[in-house]
């Protein structure tokens, strides 16, 4: 596919117009119009207020949801079709990455987990929960709720619809008798309107028995991951986290996995019991509602001894791993829908739970994380996430031309080493006369980001790209040459001599 990236003469995002009357009147300059965003999908009027709040601060100026697509610089999109993609334009920023799906339907990430681990082996994803996909699998999970009450353990299984947010339609049983009731239940996915036949799909998994606990009570992080590209794959963590607290102590009694207060973390369910929690919750701990940050937990775990930047780095591996069983997939569609590579980003939540061996597990991957503001702490966090995903991104595009001059003077510099017979090292397993103009571009736009990242940490970086290289698939050309490149440690500028 064509792109008009490749094209400087088409960089310049909006263009100054000289109006003239008549000979003798002097030229006058209209003042660059304000780019615009807009909210696209189920948004509260006027958008999320954070998100608006920090697009405002780069001096984008909100427009309504009607406004025409075309007439938008930014697009804070919930959803977009395949077939809306050919009006957008490569100067519009986009926070949507077709295909994401394939890791947010919970029952797509567990298939697709599956396969990375028949592919790469068992021990690939130790972060993954066993698990099953209903309708299809109803029999195995019968057979499983029948062993453990034939040996009189104690096996949970927690069934989450694919589609479900907001922790809507999830349930643990410990029966059979229990599981008829669920699945003969009339349940309500989210959007409700949804067509797709995965609204039908539920995952169910085993409920890990032994999680991490505050003052008694059950907790799951979120961690933000901003995506900002698929081809090559590229994406940072956000170490500034969330901590969500159940609202009733934990127990493995057998009767307590009827209540959602003890057995699910999520806010929008236990908002309805937190008057218990409040009053029950011991005010040495440092809560802000049914909230805290993953700051304070992994200090009181440094505390205990616990290396946190172990637990720390097998949560970026599970991030990581999550999003290469899918590069293949999201690459591609990416490559075909798409008008420019650096159009789009995604704002990523990822849900985990930690155990008290220390072990991560990741519980889902949420498309479009709730962003609208709660409390202090919580508003705190997300704003400061949001504007420094906006700046890695380059939100108002101020570094475009920038990047077009320096790729069009490194391709330059290269054709002129190249004709001079210079000899120029491999650079990310290519050799120099295999480079094409595209590549460079690729290769400076990931430098770039870096410079403007903020608080994120970079997910693939120079010292474990060759390690995540052999997850690669073949023909994922763009994300080999981005690792080979960060492996090396050598900037394309360095390499091409400028």
Sequence with gaps: MSTHEDDPSVETDQTEFEATTEASTP???TKKPAKKFKFRGRYPVGGPKIIRAELEKFGLVYTPPNTPDALCDVIWAMRVERADWKSLKYWQKISFIPAMP??????NLHLNLERFKTQFGPDVAPFWPKGYVLPQDTDAVRQTLRHAAETQELCPIILKPSLSAMGTGIECVVNEEQLDKYLNKERVTFPATNPSPAKEMILAQHYVLNPLLLDGFKISFRIYVLVTSFAPLRAFVYPRGLTRISSKRYTTDPTSFESLYVHLTNVDINKYNIDEFLSTVSKEVKTDGLRSDVEYIFG??????RDVDEIWNKMKDAICKSLLCVEHKIG???TQLVPSRNMIFEVLGYDFLLDTEMQPWLLEINHGPNLEPHT???NDIKACMIHDA???VDITR???????????ALWNALQARLQNGDQLPDFGGLSADKITRGDIYTFLDAEFELERRGSFEPLFHQGNSEFYSQFLQPGSRSTRLALNAWSSGESIRSWVGL
């Design 390 to 392: 906006l700046e890695t």
């Design 102 to 107: 394939e890791i947010c339907w919970k029952h």
């Design 27 to 29: 030229p006058t300059t």
């Design 332 to 334: 591609p569609v990416v």
């Design 300 to 305: 009181r775990l440094k505390d205990e001894g």
């Design 398 to 408: 101020a570094n475009a031309a920038r990047l077009t001059e320096e790729t069009d």
């Design 376 to 378: 202090d702490l919580e």
